[in-house]
């Protein structure tokens, strides 16, 4: 339970301190979401605690230690989160059910929006006005996208038989 009887003593402390905590952190973080973060949850530990905090020696010095520990569990957890997600995507590496590895891999070589225009044509079944309200773009912008799309298929998949439109 807070110590909420202590005068206004947490609230000034934390005015005179807060900014300096902030730049503490940021250094130490190189990312001022991620230090604010850090140091606001060391900060709410500090009053919850602050009828012993205010005793110690250096209120700041314990805060700047929460705020650290704070930080290296937000490593910890994206070091995690990065992993897992990089196991993921490589096991999703694999190609969609009748599609060759080759086409696979020319098509992942497209740029984003090349990409997408022939996920959501070939994959999807969208024509090319229901593509361009999926993704917000002019419909011109999806043909131009889904021509150059299949010119860069074509070089890059010489030997492969054409592929028709059959949605047209």
Same mark, same amino acid.
Not at 25 to 33: F, I, K, M, Q, T
Not at 139 to 144: F, I, L, M
Not at 153 to 156: D, E, S
């Given at each position: &339970?807070?110590?909420?009887a %202590?005068?206004g003593e947490? !609230?000034e402390w934390y005015?005179?301190?807060y900014r300096r905590?902030?730049a503490a952190?940021?250094? /130490?973080?190189?990312? =001022? !979401?991620t *230090?604010?973060?850090?140091v606001?949850?060391?900060c @709410?530990?500090?009053?919850?605690r602050?009828? $012993?905090? $205010?005793?110690m ?6 805060t700047?230690v929460? +705020? $650290?520990?704070?930080l290296?569990a937000t490593?910890?957890? %994206?070091?995690?989160?990065n @992993?897992?997600?990089?196991l993921?995507a490589q096991?999703?590496?694999e190609?969609?059910p009748? &599609?060759?590895?080759e086409v696979?891999d +020319? #098509?992942q070589?497209?740029?984003r929006?090349? =990409?997408e225009?022939?996920?959501?044509r070939y994959?999807?079944s969208?024509?090319e =006005?229901?593509? *361009? ?5 002019a419909?011109?912008? #999806? +043909?131009?996208a889904?021509h150059?799309? $299949?010119?860069s298929? +074509?070089?890059?998949l010489v030997d492969?038989?054409p /592929?028709?439109d059959?949605? *047209?």
């Open positions: &339970m807070p110590d909420v %202590d005068g947490f !609230e005015g005179d301190h905590l902030v952190a940021y250094v /130490v973080s190189g990312d =001022r !979401e *230090a604010t973060e850090a606001d949850e060391a @709410a530990r500090a009053f919850e602050w009828s $012993r905090v $205010r005793r020696e250096s209120p700041a010095g314990w700047l929460v +705020a $650290r520990n704070a290296r490593y910890r957890t %994206d070091r995690r989160r @992993a897992a997600a990089r993921a096991r999703d590496r190609p969609p009748d &599609m060759s590895i696979w +020319a #098509v070589r497209l740029p929006r090349e =990409r225009v022939i996920a959501l994959l999807g969208l024509r =006005r229901e593509i *361009a309200e999926t993704l917000g773009i419909p011109g912008t #999806v +043909a131009r889904l150059d799309a $299949r010119q298929l +074509a070089r890059t492969a038989p /592929v028709e059959r949605h *047209a």
